[in-house]
């Protein structure tokens, strides 16, 4: 069995401000890690994935995310975002051919 | 390259009525995946399917739902006698082979209002 914890169903920030989104998994086996963004009224699109290597995953957007093994976490940040980042956020495990999905982080950009 | 496709976007029927809902993977693609995204939550894996079979459907409710992916066209989530409670966004993904390393690209979703 495996399971995501997106430990923030909301996060408003300014614009240009840095923003950490925070996602703990847990699984009994080896698992590959994806971050999707939602855009109001559309399907998900990839953000950054972790299948192995290095740890630090840089993906679209200047988007980036840290997989930790010991504290089992997948945390994604930016260092400065636009209000275009403004979106849903959804943290996935994928773990013996099963995908589980986070329930999800609004990330609100205010000007 | 035409990405995933689903339709209908947006689907409203009454209690009691029959839903379909279609969803075309993109070019190349043989694995379609069904989520379902109720209001306020995350997505809820529903089954998973090859070109003519099934291979996970354990987040399928046992009752009035089903699914196929025929040899030739789209890939079908049928909900029968629909109530309030399956009012959702029903969201397909596909990928081109088995395997966790495979991305799988979404399509944009149909929501489902049930009257």
């Known amino acids: 069995a495996q399971s995501v914890t997106q430990l923030d169903s909301q996060v408003p920030v300014f614009e240009e401000a840095p923003v950490e989104l925070r996602c703990n998994y847990s699984s009994s086996v080896s698992v590959y890690l994806f971050w999707y963004v939602q855009y109001p009224n559309q399907g998900l699109q990839l953000l950054l994935k972790?299948?192995?290597?290095?740890?630090l995953v840089k993906g679209i957007n200047g988007f980036e995310a840290e997989f930790n093994k010991s504290q089992t976490s997948f945390h994604l940040r930016k260092p400065s975002v636009h209000i275009s980042d403004t979106a849903e956020y959804f943290c996935a495990v994928v773990g013996a051919g099963k995908s589980t999905f986070g329930d999800g982080t609004t990330l609100t950009v205010k000007p | 390259n035409a990405g995933v496709m689903q339709n209908p976007r947006h689907l409203v029927r009454r209690r009691g009525q029959e839903a379909r809902l279609r969803c075309s993977p993109m070019?190349?693609?043989?694995?379609v995946y069904w989520y379902r995204q109720l209001p306020e939550e995350g997505l809820k894996f529903m089954v998973y399917?090859?070109?003519?079979?099934?291979?996970?459907e354990s987040g399928m409710p046992k009752e009035r739902f089903s699914a196929e992916f025929p040899k030739e066209g789209p890939s079908i989530l049928r909900i029968q006698q629909v109530v309030r409670g399956d009012s959702a966004a029903y969201f397909c993904?596909?990928?081109?082979?088995?395997?966790?390393?495979?991305?799988?690209?979404f399509g944009p979703g149909t929501r489902l209002t049930v009257l």
């Open positions: 399917l090859q070109k003519e079979n099934i291979i996970d």
């Open positions: 070019k190349g693609h043989s694995h």
């Open positions: 993904a596909s990928s081109p082979m088995s395997g966790p390393h495979n991305e799988q690209f």
């Open positions: 972790y299948l192995s290597g290095s740890t």
